[in-house]
């Protein structure tokens, strides 16, 4: 039986491995203390923006869900890769809501930030985005 040896990654140095964990810890927490928790709890400014959307009620839930699980996932260290990258997905959804659907480009200047941060925190990471994606190509 052959193996198929995984591609080999570099691993970032040291400091950079400490400024992502920083990076990783404080946007974490962000991303589930004031981000998400909000519009789980029903925080009335989340209420008036979402209905301001027209989404509903369901949305909000699922984009607390999504915040609060992202930010969960970037201080686990499997998932901190994948974590990243779907924040910054995330995060391009809602600068694209902001400048398109409630009429505020300006506001979308800070997602699109976060999105380019988490998209190198993925990259950084990107050992965990391929043990991901060979453990579901199986």
């Known amino acids: 039986m052959a193996t198929i040896a995984a ?6 140095s040291k400091v ?5 964990w920083t990076l990783q810890i404080v946007l974490g927490l962000f991303f589930i203390i004031a981000s998400g928790a909000p519009k789980l709890a029903g925080q009335q400014d989340a ?8 989404w509903g ?7 607390g869900l999504v915040e609060v699980s ?3 996932g970037l201080l686990v260290p499997r998932l901190n890769g ?3 990258a779907g924040l910054s997905i995330t995060m391009v ?13 300006a506001m979308a200047i800070f997602p699109l930030a976060l999105a380019a941060l988490f998209a ?7 050992d965990g985005l391929i043990a991901a994606r060979n453990l579901f190509s199986r």
């Open 47 to 54: 209420i008036r923006v979402f209905n301001e959307i027209g």
């Open 7 to 12: 591609p080999a990654v570099a691993r970032p």
């Open 82 to 84: 994948l974590a990243a």
């Open 93 to 105: 959804l809602a600068a694209a809501t902001q400048a398109f659907v409630m009429g505020a480009p």
């Open 70 to 72: 992202g930010g969960v």
């Open 16 to 20: 950079r491995n400490r400024v992502l």
């Open 57 to 63: 009620d369901w949305f909000r839930y699922f984009t």
């Open 120 to 126: 190198w925190i993925a990259y950084q990471r990107r």
